[in-house]
T-cell receptor, first 113, second 113 residues
C-alpha cells in the first residue's frame, strides 16, 4: 500500500543537539511538506518542496533545515537554533500544490531532555 | 492574512445526539476547503474536500457543507468511535505560484456511550 512513513515515532533531543526526522513516501507525489503541531494550535507550516532539489520556507522555518535530493524523501533537521523544539511533527505530501488534498504521515513526537 | 476559525474548541455529545462543527474562513482566492479527522498521537486523515458554495459531501454519519464564509461538519447519530479532533483547512494562493493549506485549531469531539 502507498503511504508516508515517518521515523522515528518518538525522539529525544539534548540541549544543543541537532536531530533529523525522516519522511519517506511511495505515492509518487511531487510536493512534500513539514508541519509542526502544538497543543491548542493549528498545524503550522515549516518547509515545503514542490520538486526535487527545491524547497521554500513556510511560516516558522527558523531553526529548521530540509533537503530534497530524491522525490521520495524529505528529511527535516531540527537544529540547536530552534529554542522550543518540543512538539509533534507531521510530514505530508500531495500530487501538486494547486488543487489536491494532502496525505499525512503518522508523525514524530520530539521532546527536549 | 488568511484565517481559519473553528468552533467550538471542544464538544461533548451523548451517543446518538446529532450536532454540527463550524469552520469560518477569510481567505482570498479560495481553492478548496478540507476536513480531516485526527486521532490522538496520529496524523490527520482526509475526510472531504469542498470547492464551491452550496457543495455537500457525505460519508457515513458525516456530512460537510460549504458557504461563501463557512463550512459545517454535521454529525448524525454519533457513536463513540467518532471521538476525535476534526481539523478544517483552506487552500489559498500563497505567492510564488503555489497554494498552501491554512489550518484551524480543530474541534475536539467526545462522544459518550
Amino acid at each position: 500500500d502507498g503511504g508516508i512513513t515517518q521515523s522515528p515515532k518518538y525522539l529525544f533531543r539534548k540541549e544543543g543537539q541537532n536531530v533529523t526526522l525522516s519522511c519517506e513516501q511511495n505515492l509518487n507525489h511531487d510536493a512534500m511538506y513539514w508541519y509542526r503541531q502544538d497543543p491548542g494550535q493549528g498545524l503550522r507550516l515549516i518547509y515545503y518542496s514542490q520538486i526535487v532539489n527545491d524547497f521554500q520556507k513556510g511560516d516558522i522555518a527558523e531553526g529548521y533545515s530540509v533537503s530534497r535530493e530524491k522525490k521520495e524523501s524529505f528529511p527535516l533537521t531540527v537544529t540547536s537554533a530552534q529554542k522550543n523544539p518540543t512538539a509533534f511533527y507531521l510530514c505530508a505530501s500531495s500530487i501538486g500544490t494547486n488543487n489536491y488534498g494532502y496525505t499525512f504521515g503518522s508523525g514524530t513526537r520530539l521532546t527536549v531532555v | 492574512e488568511d484565517q481559519v476559525t473553528q468552533s467550538p474548541e471542544a464538544l461533548r455529545l451523548q451517543e446518538g445526539e446529532s450536532s454540527s462543527l463550524n469552520c469560518s474562513y477569510t481567505v482570498s482566492g479560495l481553492r478548496g476547503l478540507f476536513w480531516y479527522r485526527q486521532d490522538p498521537g496520529k496524523g490527520p486523515e482526509f475526510l472531504f474536500t469542498l470547492y464551491s458554495a452550496g457543495e455537500e459531501k457525505e460519508k457515513e454519519r458525516l456530512k460537510a457543507t460549504l458557504t461563501k464564509k463557512e463550512s459545517f461538519l454535521h454529525i448524525t447519530a454519533p457513536k463513540p468511535e467518532d471521538s476525535a479532533t476534526y481539523l478544517c483547512a483552506v487552500r489559498a494562493y500563497s505567492g510564488a505560484g503555489s497554494y498552501q493549506l491554512t489550518f484551524g485549531k480543530g474541534t475536539k469531539l467526545s462522544v459518550i456511550p
